[in-house]
């Protein structure tokens, strides 16, 4: 977290705003993506009325372009979520037909939420969203974010490199583990460094997370412990007097 917070710091000017997501949320997150592999998650948002986001984090990672009233919920912390949907990229984005909760509503749009801000994971494809993605975020009052795994065995769908867009890693990119070997072909894909098995026994390579909204601008995100600071705060205090 310390390291993507870093990197959010460094790409700040590339943002209009920011969001603020709570260290402990973000590993409950990739806690339930890793139990639904290798499906897809949808999760439902909510921010934390009684937690703004603290003003000097607000002013470290404000970018020169920062829009105001850019999207509902902006400004808050993210203070709850909760899974809404299990399914493949085909069907995660809409719910059920036979979903009669009248907090779900019909008129609500196809994910029918009451939700500010929605998160979906992408197994084994990177974080970058897809036309259907772009689709579904039309109705988000709220941000988008997208959860990236990439695990091995793939399956049936590999992994794409050659996907366009700026990826965002929680911690390092997934690389060939040292080898005395000089192939590096489909066996040096195979061997990549580790950090974790999922309960599905599926070997977790590589962590990526951004946030979009529906008008396609990226929205910066902040990694924030039980505070509201970002894990790093004092290095990236540090950075910012440097400058």
């Known amino acids: 977290m310390v390291t993507y917070n870093r990197e959010s710091f460094q790409s700040r000017e590339s943002y209009t705003a920011q969001i603020h997501l709570p260290g402990r949320l973000f590993e409950e997150l990739v806690w339930w993506a890793l139990q639904a592999l290798p499906d897809e998650i949808l999760v439902g948002m909510d921010i934390d009325a009684?937690?703004?986001h603290l003003p000097e984090v607000e002013t470290l990672f404000k970018s020169s372009e920062h829009t105001e009233g850019l999207f509902q919920g902006?400004?808050?912390?993210?203070?709850?979520?909760h899974i809404v949907n299990r399914g493949n990229s085909y069907s995660v984005h809409h719910l059920p037909e036979d979903w009669t909760d009248d907090m779900f509503s019909t008129s609500r749009g196809s994910r029918a939420g009451r939700?500010?801000?929605?998160l979906h994971t992408h197994?084994?494809?990177?974080?970058i969203p897809s036309n259907a993605d772009a689709d579904a975020a039309q109705e988000t009052p709220g941000v988008d974010m997208i959860l990236g795994l990439r695990f091995s065995p793939e399956g049936?769908?590999?992994?794409?490199?050659?996907?366009?867009g700026?990826?965002?890693?929680?911690?390092t990119e997934a690389k060939p583990t040292p080898s005395k070997s000089r192939r590096r072909s489909f066996f040096s894909r195979?061997?990549?460094t580790v950090l974790g098995v999922a309960p599905s026994g599926h070997k977790i390579h590589e962590i990526q997370l951004i946030a979009f909204r529906k008008n396609g601008l990226a929205i910066n995100v902040i990694l924030v412990d039980?505070?509201?600071?970002?894990?790093?705060?004092?290095e990236l205090q540090d950075k910012s007097t440097n400058e």
């Open 226 to 234: 039980e505070d509201g600071f970002p894990f790093g705060w004092k």
């Open 123 to 127: 197994p084994n494809a990177p974080a």
């Open 74 to 81: 902006q400004g808050f912390i993210i203070g709850e979520a």
């Open 50 to 52: 009684a937690a703004p």
């Open 156 to 164: 049936p769908l590999p992994w794409f490199d050659d996907v366009e």
């Open 166 to 171: 700026v990826r965002r890693r929680v911690g």
């Open 115 to 118: 939700f500010t801000h929605w």
């Open 190 to 192: 195979q061997n990549l």
